[in-house]
Each structure stands twice: as C-alpha cells, then as structure tokens.
C-alpha cells in the first residue's frame, strides 16, 4: 500500500516535460520518453542556428519534433536557423520578432503553425510553406515589413485573425483551391497588395480582411455561391469580378451589393 500511495504521490508530482541542456547550450523539453521525442526551447544564440534532428541524454536519443512557444522570441542575434525534416510543429511565437531572418524553409514534416510563430521578423522577404499545413494561424506573419510574396500550398482550409497584418510590402500571394474561410483583419495594412484571386472554395471572408490596402483595386471572387461577408474593403477604387453566372446572386446579396461588381 505504501509503495502505490508513494508511486502516486510521484506520479502527481512529475513534471510534464523534463528541462535540460543540450551539450550546445540549447534547451530542450521531453515530450514522451515512450516515443523518446523531445522540443527545442532556445538557447546558444549565435548568428546562425542549425536544429539538430535528434540529440542524445545520457543513455538515450531522442528525435527532435518541435519548436516550443517562445523558444526564440526575441532573438535579435539571430540571422537564420535551419529547421529539419522530422520537425512537426512550430510553436506559439517561436520566432517572433527575430527582426534579421530574412528566408524561412519549412519541411513537409511540419503540420502545425504556432500563433505569431513569425510575427515582426521585419527583414523576411522568402517563405517556404510545407502542404501539409492546414491553417495559417493568428498573427502568423503579422508585421513582416519586407514580406513581398507567399504562396499559400494546396491543404490550408483557414487563413486566421491578423494573419498577414501589416505585411507593408506584400505584392502577391496564392490562395489554394482547399481554402473556406479568410478571417478578420488577416490581410489588414497590405499597402501594396493589388489584386487577388479568392477561390471558389471560401466561403466566409472575415470582417476587415483587406482594409487599409491602399493599392488594391481588383478583388476576383471565383465562388459561384457568395461568400458571407461584412465590411471587408475601404480603399476607393476596388472591384469585384465574380463569376458570370452568379452575377445576380452577388447583387441581391445585402453586403455584396454594397461594392462595385
């Protein structure tokens, strides 16, 4: 009996990952010692930063399949990383604000995009996206100042709240066919952005999703179906083309019928 209550009060007491040091001063997290997978939390940051797939604890290696939330915000020193195939998920502003990155290369391992995972990495200009992604999530790309194109792979459903936000520079982007929703403000503050294709899929475009892009005057909606929508444009200027056949629907929509078709 009082080896189990001991077993329980043990098991209550463990922590649920294990910190420790990385003989190169990174930090990593234990995810589960049955699969021996482990996350980076940062550390050793030099000018340029390589991920190792997999490192060794005492008797044992462990495969590396993340990025931890915040492992390197703020990492000002920081001018690239290379993240390796066997990475599946990129945590919650794991990046965020390393304002000298200026190419991100994802492998098609990675299925998950943390939250400002890149936010304010004001120097990108190049981003790789793996298709086996399913949502750009919120802020994802928010303020990356020298952001000019992105192409959204085949398998993303959902671009999220303020995803591309302020993305001063962005000119062009590729929206997939498996697109169905595009959130509010996700393209607030493009002031370059000119035009854009929304594919027949989507079928809801969040409230503000293109204000403040100044530049913008072709908007192609190629949903036979209107998407529902609210106030998603305020530059002066912008028009709507949408498929022939489903003019009149467009029209008689009560939000639609508010912009030039």
């Known amino acids: 009996i009082l080896s189990a209550m001991m077993f329980g009060l043990w098991t209550w007491l463990k922590p649920e990952k294990l910190e420790f040091i990385k003989y190169n001063n990174h930090r ?53 990383v290379f993240i390796p195939k066997g990475i599946q998920r990129i945590g919650d502003s794991a990046f965020e604000q390393c304002i000298y990155f200026t190419t991100v290369n994802l492998p ?52 999220g709240l303020d995803a591309f936000i302020e993305c001063l520079e962005l000119r062009h982007i590729d929206l997939p066919s498996t697109l169905t929703s595009i959130s509010r403000g996700a ?25 403040h892009c100044y530049s913008l005057k072709d908007i192609y909606v190629h949903a036979t179906t209107p998407p529902a929508i609210t106030s998603i444009v305020n530059a002066p200027g912008v028009t709507f083309h949408v498929p022939a056949e489903s003019l009149n629907d467009y029209l008689n929509d009560m939000e639609w019928r508010k912009y030039p078709i």
């Open 187 to 211: 393209f607030w503050s493009c002031h370059r952005l000119d035009q854009i294709h929304i594919p027949a899929s989507v079928s809801f475009i969040g409230e503000y999703a293109f204000f």
């Open 28 to 80: 990593y997290h234990i995810i589960d010692e049955d699969s021996m997978t482990c996350e980076i939390a940062g550390g050793n940051l030099n000018n340029s930063i390589m991920i190792e797939p997999n490192i060794s604890f005492g008797d044992h290696t462990y495969k590396v399949t993340a990025v931890a939330d915040s492992a390197y915000k703020d990492s000002v020193e920081m001018r690239s």
């Open 108 to 159: 098609n391992t990675v299925t998950s995009i943390g939250k400002a995972a890149f936010r304010r990495c004001v120097s990108l200009s190049s981003v790789s996206l793996p298709n086996t992604i399913r949502e750009i999530p919120q802020l994802a790309f928010g303020t990356c100042l020298n952001l000019q194109s992105i192409s959204i792979p085949e398998g993303v459903a959902s671009i």
